[in-house]
């Protein structure tokens, strides 16, 4: 997965192509933890969203690709 928060729209394919350039020489154990880190970002975007929508807060879309 590639989180793409806090990137305006027409800077997720240049994002996503960074992205995949800078893992595709990862080693297992590294990609393991990059991996890591955006699955927790996307989470924590996720549960904002909920949140705000119980609360009627409203949240921005928060997009992501897997990768």
């Known amino acids: 997965m590639i989180s793409l928060d806090g990137y305006e729209a ?3 394919l240049n994002q996503v192509l960074a992205g995949i350039r800078s ?3 990862n ?3 590294e990609e393991r933890a990059v991996a ?3 699955l927790r ?3 924590r975007t996720r549960l ?3 949140v705000a929508d119980a609360t009627g807060a409203g949240a921005p879309d928060s997009p992501s ?3």
């Open 10 to 12: 027409d800077e997720h």
């Open 23 to 25: 893992r595709l020489g």
């Open 27 to 29: 080693e297992r154990d």
């Open 36 to 38: 890591a880190d955006e």
């Open 41 to 43: 970002r996307l989470a």
């Open 48 to 50: 904002a969203h909920l």
């Open 65 to 67: 690709v897997p990768v």
